[in-house]
């Protein structure tokens, strides 16, 4: 199996950028389809940004494209997502999460592995 380490959030003004990271140990990132999710207080939480174990396909919510990239060092074991043009709706606490399967599912009962989660907030 595999364990999963978030960092990199924090309090940035609308319009800025974060980026976060996603330390893997146990088994390799390119091991696992890949994805990001988020919770914002009494919302369920939602899927951002996923990548396919192979052949690194990349699948983004709606909002996030165009302004979120995900990507992944495989030599630092290391899933990241670059937040740019922040909003205040993007304030969160955003997940790493693991899927034994091969393509990017949207749907986070399908991912097998969880990080503890970094707080990300937006002021306006």
């Known amino acids: 199996q595999v364990q999963l380490v978030e960092s990199g959030g924090g309090l940035v003004q609308a319009g800025g950028s974060l980026r976060l990271s996603c330390a893997a140990s146990?088994?390799?990132?390119?091991?696992?389809?890949m994805g990001w999710f988020r919770q914002a207080p009494g919302k369920e939480r939602e899927f951002v940004a996923g990548?396919?174990?192979?052949?690194?396909?990349?699948l983004y919510k709606d909002s996030a494209k165009g302004r979120f990239t995900i990507s992944r060092d495989n030599s630092k074991n290391t899933l990241y997502l670059q937040m740019n043009s922040l909003k205040p709706e993007d304030t969160a606490v955003y997940y790493c999460?693991?899927?034994?399967?091969?393509?990017?599912?949207?749907?986070?009962?399908?991912?097998?592995?969880w990080g503890q989660g970094t707080q990300v907030t937006v002021s306006s």
């Open positions: 146990g088994r390799t990132v390119y091991s696992y389809t």
């Open positions: 990548m396919s174990s192979i052949g690194g396909s990349t």
């Open positions: 999460a693991a899927s034994r399967g091969t393509i990017v599912v949207l749907t986070a009962t399908e991912y097998n592995y």
